[in-house]
């Protein structure tokens, strides 16, 4: 009775056809399972910066594709979820956040180095999260508003500027930290802004200079008038390696005196590699981690969606999930000397001054004179000025006739009053 029982769990009774069998029998059940979960769920795309911005062009770009390509074909919505430069959703889908798959994220390239760098903040290990991809690199720039005396990389050395930031581990917040420890430039920082458009709107008022850590992608697709009116200005170009589009655009490794300032360099603008990058929580089950990462990358080559990143002037040049946490993992192995001598050039705010964002709350009355994106971006016109809001499904609050409504009732002609924060409209009042 042993020797039979033993005999029936040898291998070789299976035989290579029986394995084969297996193995095949198993994988439908594998696909099936993906399919029955996202054919009855909404997968949720959180953004971490506020609506119109280059993150949140990239993500609603990428979700009006990717449910085609996943099993289930789910129904795909973004919810835009703004705070400390993505800090506060980071942290929610590493901490909060299902972790079934119904949800992903698109936070700041940044939020991974945090963790490596010391930031208290940052309550996620990077190495868990489940990397779906990214749809570019990117190369960042300092830009200065036409109407400021900053016209050139020199004048930040000289003279400085105030530059407009969203929050700590941003882009826009760590880049002019580490210029003014490693380069020596005289900037100063106004952090606390919504998001990227809620800075250009400020730089438009005078209440800053300019940005710094600005993605090229997003102010060459979202602002080409500015930079074909010479409204704004590019000083610096930062990233591993140079943009074709800047040939004559000073480069921040050029910049270094030393081998090891070099190497520092390297280390921080690592992130740019993975540009706006798409992540799911930790623990996800493998197979729709899988499915996840596939229907990315074959969103990334499919024609509606490359036809609708052309018309939006973005640039497409996709990094796979796998690639990302690669990456990632290779930054945190760095030699710990470098390690610590970035940590200082981002941290140290000794030779910054920083000083809070007031975002007012105002009121303005016109006729809508645009309406995109499903009333997600309405455009007023009210004395001979062009106002442009982003109005979220959530935060704003829509009035017709008296009634409420939703912001997709938002139609050209109508009178409306709008009471808005920096680029985002509170509540709009129309007759």
Known sequence: MKRSLKRSFEPATFGVGGLLGLALACAPVLADEVEDFYKR????????????????????????????????????????????????????LYNTLPKDGS?????????????????????YDPTRFNWIGSANNEVSVCVSWHQTAVTRFDDLLSTGMVVGGTGPGADTDTFPTVLNNVIGTKLKLVTGYPGGNDILLAMER?????????????????????????????????SSEKHPDLPDVPFIMDLARDETQRQVLELIFARQAWGRP???????PAARVAALQKAFMATMSDAAFLEEARRQNLEVAPISGDTIERLIKRVYASPQNIIEAATVAQADTKKIQISKASVPIETVDGAIEKVATGGRQVTLGAGGKAYQF??????????????????????????????YQGAEAKEIACN
């Open 206 to 238: 005078g209440e800053v200079d300019g940005r710094c850590g600005y993605s090229w992608s997003s102010a060459k697709s979202r602002q080409a008038a500015w930079l074909k009116e010479g409204k704004m200005r590019v000083l610096v170009q930062m």
């Open 103 to 123: 949800v992903i994220a698109v936070v700041g390239r940044g939020m991974p180095m945090e963790p490596l760098f010391g930031t208290k903040e940052a309550q």
């Open 41 to 92: 769920k909404t997968l949720t795309v959180f953004v971490g910066y506020s609506p119109g911005g280059g993150y949140d062009t990239y993500s609603r770009t990428v979700a009006r594709h990717i449910g085609k390509h996943l099993p289930g074909n789910p129904r795909v919505v973004v919810k835009n979820r703004p705070g400390a430069g993505s800090m506060l959703l980071t942290n929610e």
């Open 278 to 284: 798409f992540l799911a929580p930790p623990d996800v």
């Open 390 to 419: 982003s109005v979220s499904g959530s935060r704003t609050a829509v009035m017709v006739k008296g009634a409420k409504a939703k912001r997709d009732t938002l139609a050209a002609g109508m009178r409306c009053k709008v009471t």
